[in-house]
């Protein structure tokens, strides 16, 4: 008779429980149906802002970027670029720009995730058609979306690799000073930066809590009622947990995202960002 134990299922189950628990800090989290490695990595997820100076394993750029290649894109336009920065001088001209990001100076790599519309432009001007189309919000919109998708590709495969990173929405302060430093041509937006490299042991991050679903999740038609108020009041005191523990100013998640959202001013510069790309050839019709 086989008196080995049979492989640890509970333990399968008990780490998915671990990781929902920690997703929203809170012990009635919704346990996951079912568990493998790739949930694992994406209820794992935390941004990382402390690396090692360690350079990443040859061929990893080209690994990311055939993640990113893989997501879907829309009507297969593939409407994106992105310019991988390794020379510590102008990945420190980008922080600066960045708003003097540390990490983005730590990391090994930083990857610039632009909408192309260059690319599609050249390919109708090569026969003299018109790319029209490329002038409407619409398709400002689907580049972003695509290039987002890509780039959240390229992060969860990053990630299962034992790597980390951090999105660095900062590149959009001084948009015009970007495209020159990475050369843009007009039609070519630097959506987001992407710092990554070996997180750093010594100084770890952690999973940071997320709404509760009852916040998020609507079943049929949304309906905002006292119960998704009272969800996202809840949250502030798991956010603040989190700071706690991190070394960080304590503040309620309610507070800091109307803070974040108030006006004008909060917005770090890119209020402007119409104008701004309108400047750089997107004319958003
Ligand atoms: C598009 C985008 C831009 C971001 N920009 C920055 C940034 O400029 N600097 C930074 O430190 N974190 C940035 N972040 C990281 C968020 O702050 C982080 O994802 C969020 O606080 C949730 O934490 P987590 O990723 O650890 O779960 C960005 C995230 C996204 C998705």
Request: hydrophobic letters at 45%.
């Amino acid at each position: 008779m086989n008196t080995i134990a049979k492989p640890p299922v509970a333990n399968a189950l008990d780490v998915a429980r671990e990781h929902a628990r920690q997703r929203y800090r809170r012990d009635d989290a919704p346990e996951p149906a079912a568990w493998n490695e790739t949930l694992q990595v994406l209820l794992g997820h935390r941004s990382v802002r402390a690396f090692l100076p360690d350079s990443l394993a040859s061929g990893t750029i080209e690994t990311l970027v055939a993640a990113a290649q893989s997501a879907p894109s829309s009507s297969n336009l593939q409407i994106w670029s992105v310019v991988a920065v390794e020379d510590p001088a102008r990945k420190a001209r980008l922080a600066a720009l960045a708003g003097h990001q540390q990490h983005i100076l730590e990391a090994p790599l930083f990857l610039v995730w632009l909408v192309d519309f260059d690319r599609l432009t050249r390919l109708s001007d090569v026969d003299g058609v018109a790319s029209e189309a490329l002038d409407f919000t619409e398709t400002f919109l689907l580049g972003a979306v695509d290039t987002a998708l890509a780039a959240q590709n390229a992060t969860v495969a990053l990630e299962s690799l034992g790597l980390g990173a951090v999105y660095i929405g900062g590149i959009r302060n001084r948009p015009k000073e970007v495209a020159a430093e990475l050369n843009l041509p007009p039609g070519v937006f630097a959506l987001f930066g992407h710092a990554i490299g070996h997180p750093d042991p010594e100084r770890p991050a952690a999973v940071k809590p997320r709404l509760p679903q009852s916040a998020v999740l609507f079943r049929e038609q949304y309906a905002w009622t006292d119960a998704q108020q009272s969800a996202a009041y809840s949250y502030d005191s798991r956010i603040r947990a989190f700071q706690r523990e991190q070394g960080m100013v304590e503040k309620d998640w309610t507070i800091q995202a109307r803070e974040r959202t108030r006006g004008p001013s909060s917005m770090a510069g890119r209020h402007v960002l119409r104008e701004v790309l309108n400047d750089l050839g997107f004319e958003l019709r």
